[in-house]
């Protein structure tokens, strides 16, 4: 990692918005660079490990056939491919989309502590070559009306080949044929964008940087010339965070165009749907498409972060609220077969098909934004239970793969992506979630003259500030008690956050502090323990109060129902889904005498814990069926059910 060009892009970026604000500077608080965070949890190594192993299986120049075809007929060239594209998504109008996300988790995994000296060598000479590659598809372009222009989508007949932008013309004519006319041609673009900025911002790589602003150019000249019927036309298909990486480029560019990237990133905010859901209009969200409707709150935040302007970090912070109130299952996730639904229903639409993991990796990144802004626990809250609970959850250990959608009705297994098959978007933001773990642990602010250091999320790592070394050591299905030593400058505030989840009341520490706003603050101390006690904790849905889940401390439990009656089906394109349920329902009769309220009060008399091959066990005791649960992260290949109704 370039840390002096990483250093220099925050400071740019702060000087944009406060040039924006009167001086002032809009974030309280900024995570720390993952370079500067080792994770030494042995779950979350191999995590890391095997999705990095994954990637650099992949070969670059079957991504980079769709760039060479279009650059070349960009410019009138003959074209002969030494490799084939890959298939899936990637062989369909939609191709590129995962190629950005390959960008961004090669760039991470070189900054990564985790990542072998060889294998950050590895993909550094990846990116070198696919960035040189890019660099001459672009060129081929220059004096063409395709200027600056990128894209790998397929050219499926004559049509496209005349006009390799063709796509892009149907979404403003509203023509949304996924096969014949455009797929999502704007979520494509967003994700080769922010896959270049990523490159420029963990590597300090320039020439991405170039890619981008070129690319940048091509865009602006297209959306700013937009009226208002054909902005509404864009508006109806699918087009993801293009605020957002817009409002990202304006921030770090120096180019001529700069001006023209923040008029083209406000061409993409959906003002109406923004002011629908300030509002909190009953419903406001039902049908809508989850994954492309939350990077554009993501974008609404950008905004404020490039301009100061309060009204859109208004409507971002009143979607989050929407969404983790109204829309979110126990795990952080939310969402059925991609789509929000009715307000407060979510026991009627737990399927097969809940909780797309694009969805919860974009919550993540809204939620991190907004905590740097505030300061405010709650989205530090949300981010530590569906970063365990759904992102952690979505991967097989054993392959390094991830799952597309995580079912909520019961009795379904978990089902993988394959390697070099499939291509899902979920893929993509599989091997990104992968490949920076590390990402929000910590914190810094500063307050008095002093950095503060703030823990966030407890995972077992250690963070080197510059002035201090930070060891955590944690494993909370072990112990209650966070362990934390501090090697060289101890004089500064060591803040770590109260999880919602335990008793604010009953919490220990070894040394004295200060209790502030749900933090508690250590200062001038070498070594601190903090015990956060546990406790099983029932979580029902809005929609049927009767309809369980469970959570022990962070860890939200899921019941283990074996490997049998499990199939596999298809939905949508071509995702694999689990299509067989395990059970014939997921009804719990309570046997002991117990009211539903009053079991629930008891949770502790009414589960024995044991332990299997070190995995904490809690058997269900009192009722009408025998249910085993273990922490949802560990369920891997046996069907499971999070959700139980009781009566």
Sequence with gaps: MNVR?????????????????????????????NEKITLTDPYYINATEKVVANVLSLDPEKFLAGFYENAAYACGEEITLKKLRYGGWENTLIGGHTFGHYLTALAQSIVNPVV???????????????????????????????????FSAILPDESFKNKIDLQFDNVEKRQGDIVKQAGVPWYTMHKILQGLLDVYTFTGDTRALTLSENLGKWISRRVNAWDNKTR?????????????????????????????????????????????????????????????????????????EATGDEVYLNYAKAFWTMVTKKHTYVTGGNSE??????????????????????????????????????????????YENTY?????????????????????????????????????????????????LQDSIYYRSEEGGKETVIVNNYVSSVLDAGFAKVKVDCNFLKSETVKIKIEGDNSFCLKLRIPEWTDETLVKTSADCEKTDGFLCFKNKAEIEV???????????????????????????????????????????????????????????????????????????????????EIPVWTLKGCDRKLEFIPHYLQHKESYGIYWRWN
């Design 232 to 304: 509404a036309n864009v508006f109806s298909i699918e087009y993801g965070g293009m605020n957002d990486v817009l409002y990202q480029l304006y921030a770090v560019s120096k180019c001529d165009a700069r001006e023209d990237f923040l008029k083209a990133a406000h061409q993409f905010d959906e003002d109406a749907l923004f002011l629908k859901v300030q509002k909190n209009t009953p419903n406001a969200m039902n049908n809508i498409h989850a994954n492309t409707t939350i990077p554009k709150f993501i974008g609404a935040m950008k905004r404020y």
């Design 116 to 150: 072998s000296d060889e294998k950050k060598a590895e993909c550094k000479k990846r990116l070198d070559f696919v960035i040189s590659e890019l660099e001459k598809c672009q060129k081929k372009t220059v004096g063409t009306k395709y200027e600056g222009y990128l």
């Design 388 to 436: 365990l609970n759904a992102i952690l959850a979505s991967q097989n250990p054993e392959t390094g793969c991830t799952m597309y959608f995580q079912p909520m009705a019961t009795g379904y297994q978990k089902v993988y992506t394959r390697v070099d098959k499939d291509f899902w978007c979920c893929t993509g933001t599989g091997w990104e979630n992968f490949t920076k």
């Design 337 to 382: 077969n991609e789509h929000f639904g009715m307000d407060n229903v979510l026991a009627a639409e737990r399927t097969n098909i809940n909780n797309e993991t694009c969805n919860t990796f974009n919550m993540l990144k809204l939620s991190r934004g907004l905590f740097e802004i505030t300061g405010e626990k709650k989205y530090a809250d949300y």
């Design 5 to 33: 060009k990483m250093t220099a892009v925050l400071f740019l970026f702060s000087g944009v918005t406060a040039a924006f604000s009167g001086g002032k500077e809009l974030k309280k608080i900024h995570a720390y660079e």
């Design 531 to 613: 015990t956060f006690p546990m406790e099983m904790k029932a979580f029902g849905l809005q929609d049927d109060e009767n309809t369980k889940a469970f959570k022990y401390g962070p860890y939200v439990l899921s019941a283990r129902l074996g490997t049998e009656n499990q199939e596999t089906g298809s939905v949508g394109m071509w995702v694999t889904t689990a299509s067989k349920k395990a059970v014939d329902n997921d009804d719990v009769k309570i046997t002991n005498g117990q009211t539903v309220e009053e079991f629930m009060k008891k949770l502790k008399q009414n589960f024995d814990r044991s332990e299997e091959n």
